[in-house]
């Protein structure tokens, strides 16, 4: 009998061996759907404090930070 982590692809696995990240798309690929919407609600939450706690440079540096992923995202849907 193998266990489910032996099935998986060697990238899956990498990713997640990852200590916290790893453990976030785990529970997001194996769990319920709504974990997605926990994710997503602390992401934001996490944003605004960072917006009151440095002003306008916390709201604006994850902004400009998110421009590379935007632009790979941009990328892959053109490529289809």
Known sequence: MTS?????????RLVFALPVFGWILKDYHEGQDANIWYHI???????????????IVGIAIPAVMAVPVMFLVLVLISRG
């Open 4 to 12: 489910i982590a032996a099935r998986r692809p060697f990238w899956q």
């Open 41 to 55: 609600i602390t992401v934001v939450s996490l944003w605004l404090i960072s917006g009151l706690t440095f002003g």
